[in-house]
């Protein structure tokens, strides 16, 4: 053990439990928002296919569109079913035990959509990609928790940087292995979805060896040894009192406090500027319009004179750029801090997504037009990855006390999966009405986020959860639990002391009644 060990430095546990929990967990989302667009059009075959047998005639064409639109939107919903399980689940479990029972929804989905098209059964996939969404609604709240909860102060935005990176990686690999070379086949588009089992497995072997979230134990298993082991590990020394000692301020103030429910939470006056950012930021997360920018690239693409054959490969170029930006999140996080990520990843969408819009209209006045298209189609993915994407899973975790954060990453998923829905649903009447300029509705939408986060967010880097409530404690008009509580304490010590007689008015006491 290396006696000058830098506050910031990232120990073997720390780094196996991010790239261990990040790859069975956002990895798998990331993956599963990419791998079915590939064989788009051999799942729709098979639907037919599969209609005919039962029905003896093919399948109307409307019919195939609404189970494909299920196909892909059940995914959202069965992420909402997973984020309101995550409260129960976690309570009982805990942060690392959840992820483990994670892997069985993981596990079950890729079975069922993989042997869907042995089985001859269009349901089978349906029902996985639902229950893929459970696990992605789970993963998409406990790892974040559990990385905020396992990391020093000092690295806690690069270490929660994870999760987006993987998230990245795996819209990669999704498009990587979509290609015809690999998996992207009428004969092995099912491999596809099989391939979901070797990260599941990986978590599932794996994580069995790291230690619990140290805040969990302490706080909810009251198991204080147990969270002095678990943070000696994460942190890589044997000595943790300073860490402890701030852990334990905040336990001394939350002692009697219970996990507080989500309609407490909203109710709370105290964490309500809190609650409102978590809002607007996950909300502008999903609504910031990056669907829409997958939906136009095969378009620009083909608009810049790109071969149709080339396009699956020039479209790489997105899920890389994406994967490059969240790394380069992840190096200047704690340099830059949140807010400036977060403001400036908004800010310059707005700028190019309002580019793009002029350039889409005015694509056949000049034949450079199209490929500033592409520019900036690529500029706006950067901007969003290098700030909007990761930051809001990372704000979550440090804007609530312990007693809060389940119910926060509650509400952060509910308002994440019912954005997603919302985007899936509505997209292509936006896309039908408007056309190109589709893209001044999330150039809008970008630019109410970044005013409102300048205006409202104050910078949590290297702040304690008890250092963001105070933050925040003007802008609520209300005290911080901590305060409440403290104040509380001061006031009864108070109440319960006695006012000692002061000596002047006792010695003229005594001389009244000698006079008397």
Not at 129 to 151: K, Q, T
Not at 280 to 290: H, I
Not at 322 to 348: N, Q, W, Y
Not at 458 to 474: C, D, G, M, V
Request: contains cysteine; glycine residues 8%.
């Amino acid at each position: 053990m290396k006696v000058g060990r830098k506050k910031g430095d990232w120990s073997c546990w720390l780094l196996a439990a991010s790239l261990v929990g990040a790859f069975g967990s956002s990895f798998l989302y990331g993956y599963n928002l990419s791998v079915v667009n590939a064989p788009t059009p051999y799942i729709k075959a098979f639907y037919n296919e599969s209609w005919e047998r039962r029905h003896g005639h093919p399948i109307d064409p409307d019919t195939l569109t609404l189970l494909w639109s299920v196909t892909v939107s059940i995914f959202a919903i069965g992420g909402l079913v997973g984020t309101l399980m995550v409260k129960m689940i976690g309570k009982i479990l805990g942060r690392k035990n959840t992820l483990l029972v994670n892997n069985s929804f993981a596990i079950s989905a890729a079975l069922l959509m993989a042997c869907s098209l042995r089985a001859g059964t269009f349901e089978m996939l349906i029902v996985g990609r639902f229950i893929m969404g459970v696990d992605g609604g789970i993963a998409l709240s406990v790892l974040p928790m559990y990385l905020n909860e396992i990391s020093p102060k000092e690295i806690r935005g690069s270490l929660g940087q994870v999760t987006a990176i993987f998230i990245c990686v795996g819209v990669f690999t999704g498009q990587l292995l979509g290609l015809p070379e690999l998996l992207g086949k009428e004969s092995t588009w099912p491999y596809l979805f099989g391939v979901i089992v070797v990260p599941a497995l990986v978590q599932l072997v794996s994580l069995p060896f790291l230690p619990e979230s140290p805040h969990y134990l302490l706080f909810e298993k009251h198991n204080e040894a147990g969270a002095v082991k678990a943070f000696q590990k994460f942190l890589g020394k044997a000595d943790v009192s300073q860490v402890m000692e701030e852990v334990l301020a905040e336990s001394r103030v939350q002692k009697n406090i219970r996990l507080v429910s989500v309609l407490e939470l909203l109710r709370d006056p105290s964490v309500r500027c809190q609650v409102i950012t978590v809002l607007v930021t996950m909300a502008c997360y999903q609504l910031c319009g990056l669907n829409a920018i997958w939906f136009y690239t095969n378009s620009i693409f083909r608009e810049a004179g790109i071969p149709p054959r080339n396009i699956p490969y020039i479209t790489l170029s997105t899920g890389g750029i994406e994967t490059l930006a969240a790394v380069f999140s992840g190096l200047v996080i704690e340099r830059l801090g949140r807010r400036p990520l977060l403001i400036g990843g908004f800010g310059l969408m707005t700028l190019f997504f309002s580019i793009l819009t002029a350039t889409l209209t005015l694509q056949d006045r000049a034949p450079w037009v199209p490929y500033l298209s592409i520019v900036c189609v690529l500029a706006v993915i950067a901007s969003f990855c290098s700030g909007p994407g990761g930051i809001p899973f990372i704000l979550t975790g440090e804007l609530f006390q312990q007693s809060q954060r389940p119910a926060a990453f509650t509400i952060a998923g509910t308002v994440n999966w019912l954005s997603n829905f919302a985007v899936g649903l509505l997209f292509p009447f936006i896309q039908k009405s408007l056309d190109t300029y589709c893209f001044l509705v999330f150039a809008a939408v970008c630019f109410t986020g970044a005013v409102y986060l300048y205006f409202v967010l104050p910078e949590t880097k290297n702040r304690t959860h008890a250092e963001i409530s105070q933050a925040f404690a003007k802008r609520n008009k209300a005290c911080p639990p901590g305060e409440r509580a403290d104040s509380a304490i001061s006031s009864d010590e108070k109440r319960s002391r006695k006012p000692e007689p002061d000596s002047a008015s006792t010695l003229d006491g005594h001389v009244k009644d000698r006079v008397v």
